[in-house]
């Protein structure tokens, strides 16, 4: 026990010696308007990489030592202003604590932890021992980049229940971004379709005007608004659409050919009670990218309506197996009569390892998702089920090996209802 607090402590201090860098990159991340930037992506061989404390001791641990040292191709850093680096990272043992990366044997960098997990929805202290798939960026310095070949690599330290004895979580991705000034040549553009102030009905429109220097690659329309979590860190409303591979998914959406225009499909996403705003992703043929500039003030006016019931009471290291049970809660606002349609949103992995997934002790489907993997899964939900206020949603699993783990935020009820939105 002793043993184990003393390895929770070290994994502390490192995460506090990069906190500083941590926090202000976890401000400052992401492309913004005006940006302009080249994003080198890189993957590993197989569907995840592991990356394991150093630190433990159990054979089972020990024989997935040392962690990988990876390398990327960074031909580019001519008017180069700054580098984040974006990780594609699944907590899949709960108290892992001390999460780093370092590029070129460097000092290493703390990756940022989310201030919403748990926030109010979370079952408590410690934070770190709740399941998740996030996309945190880190800025890495930009005298430790090179042009040419970079290496990299992630450990991570003993913190408590799993990841005390075992500390460990998946890698699937990272993206190197890189910044440049302004006078770097790029695409310029501008989204024509909505207008500033516009209203936004069922399934939108969405087109860019683009000019460049060289063809265009494609054009990726993002929005903030709010909508289920797919970014894993608990920030509902925010400018949506999450990594995987080098591509951008849960986003408005990606046009590759001219005209760059997109349909949003938005029969299940909730009503806004904030404006909605817009800007577009311009990605050239070299890969240089540039942000435009951002559309605001936009309102989302259906003949229906949606509510996204957010689940609280989220059960810390929700990995279901062995003959056990996990739930949370979600309150559905009443009456119900006017109900179209329900579904549930979650992010699994491992989802195949459910027997049972459903609401209220009915059981709705058997199980979702892939084999030792992750998925973003959604099923109906029959409306006989719901009842008006508090509802619980679970999943059971018998299997004796690895069971279902569901991600941050948890499962996500959302309702579509026959009535205009106001």
């Given at each position: 026990m002793i043993a184990a607090r003393f390895r929770f402590a070290i994994g502390r201090i490192a995460m506090a010696a990069g906190v500083l860098l941590g926090l202000a990159s976890a401000l400052s991340a992401e492309p913004r308007p005006g940006d302009v930037f080249r994003e080198y992506a890189w993957r590993p061989e197989g569907k995840w990489q592991r990356v394991t404390g150093p630190e433990v001791t159990d054979p089972r641990a020990k024989r997935f030592l040392p962690n990988a040292v990876n390398e990327i191709e960074i031909d580019d850093l001519d008017q180069a202003r700054k580098v984040e680096a974006t990780i594609e990272m699944l907590l899949c043992h709960g108290g892992t604590a001390g999460k780093r990366i370092r590029v070129g044997g460097g000092p290493w960098i703390a990756i940022p932890e989310s201030d919403l997990i748990p926030g109010r929805s979370g079952q408590g202290p410690p934070d770190l021992e709740y399941q998740s798939m996030r996309y945190p960026s880190v800025e890495i310095p930009l005298d430790q980049i090179r042009q040419g070949t970079n290496t990299f690599e992630f450990t991570c330290s003993a913190?408590?229940?799993?990841?005390?004895?075992?500390?460990?979580?998946?890698?699937?991705?990272?993206?190197?971004?890189?910044?440049?000034?302004?006078?770097?040549?790029?695409?310029?553009?501008?989204?024509?379709?909505?207008?500033?102030?516009?209203?936004?009905?069922?399934?939108?429109?969405?087109?860019?005007?683009?000019t460049g220097p060289e063809p265009i690659e494609?054009?990726?329309?993002?929005?903030?608004?709010?909508?289920?979590?797919?970014?894993?860190?608990?920030?509902?409303?925010?400018?949506?659409?999450?990594?995987?591979?080098?591509?951008?998914?849960?986003?408005?959406?990606?046009?590759?050919?001219?005209?760059?225009?997109?349909?949003?499909?938005?029969?299940?996403?909730?009503?806004?009670?904030e404006p909605i705003e817009v800007m577009a992703r311009i990605v050239g043929q070299s890969g240089i990218s540039a942000m435009t500039p951002a559309v605001g003030g936009l309102r989302l006016v259906r003949?229906?309506?949606?509510?996204?019931?957010?689940?609280?009471?989220?059960?810390?290291?929700w990995s279901t197996r062995a003959g056990q049970t996990h739930s949370c809660k979600v309150d559905v606002p009443g009456p119900l009569d006017k109900a179209i349609d329900a579904k549930v949103i979650m992010v699994t992995w491992n989802g195949v390892a459910a027997d049972e997934i459903g609401i209220?002790?009915?059981?709705?489907?058997?199980?979702?998702?892939?084999?030792?993997?992750?998925?973003?899964?959604?099923?109906?939900?029959?409306?006989?089920?719901?009842?008006?206020?508090?509802?619980?949603?679970?999943?059971?699993?018998?299997?004796?090996?690895?069971?279902?783990?569901?991600?941050?935020p948890g499962m996500v009820l959302f309702v579509r209802y026959d009535e205009p939105e106001k």
């Open positions: 913190g408590t229940a799993l990841g005390g004895w075992w500390p460990q979580w998946l890698l699937y991705g990272v993206t190197f971004r890189v910044y440049y000034e302004p006078s770097k040549p790029h695409a310029t553009g501008r989204i024509v379709r909505p207008a500033e102030g516009d209203v936004l009905g069922d399934a939108p429109l969405f087109e860019a005007a683009v494609r054009v990726e329309f993002i929005g903030l608004y709010e909508d289920f979590n797919w970014e894993g860190d608990g920030a509902y409303r925010r400018w949506h659409g999450r990594p995987l591979f080098g591509r951008l998914y849960n986003h408005i959406g990606t046009a590759d050919t001219a005209p760059h225009r997109v349909t949003w499909d938005t029969a299940w996403l909730p009503s806004q009670s003949p229906y309506s949606v509510k996204m019931c957010k689940p609280y009471d989220v059960p810390k290291r209220n002790g009915r059981k709705v489907v058997g199980n979702v998702g892939k084999n030792h993997d992750l998925s973003h899964d959604e099923f109906a939900v029959p409306l006989e089920l719901i009842t008006p206020g508090a509802n619980t949603l679970y999943t059971s699993s018998a299997t004796e090996h690895h069971g279902i783990e569901v991600q941050w």
